[in-house]
Nanobody
């Protein structure tokens, strides 16, 4: 069973930063775009960012200017750098590619 390995979540104070990582099998990473979604308690799952095969990225307006996405092709890993975090960024964050979802990782922004 193909799995995505996510890491980097946790508890951070407002204004802080976190970097999430998502590693995919090389055969999948090389040929697919990589996306990030999040789901806050009681809310619908929300698209956050996409990193394309080309390396180009697209970021949701709700986090633009604070979040960036990038990838390291040598490591088959995509990153979500989250800066100036707010309480409303609290959610479970998911990596997705080729229809495969990661297990989700909790990000909590609280003082």
């Amino acid at each position: 069973q193909v799995q995505l390995v996510e890491s980097g979540g946790g508890l951070v104070q407002p204004g802080g930063s976190l970097r999430l990582s998502c590693t995919a099998p090389a055969s999948i990473f090389k040929y697919n775009n990589m996306g990030w979604f999040r789901q806050a308690p009681g809310k619908e799952r929300e698209w956050v960012a996409t990193t394309y095969i080309s390396g180009r990225t697209n970021i949701a307006d709700s986090v633009k200017g604070r979040f960036t996405s990038s990838k390291d092709s040598a490591k088959d890993t995509v990153y979500l750098q989250m800066n100036s975090l707010k309480s409303e960024d609290t959610a479970v964050y998911y990596c997705v590619t080729a229809g495969i979802w990661g297990q989700g990782i909790q990000v909590t922004v609280s003082s």
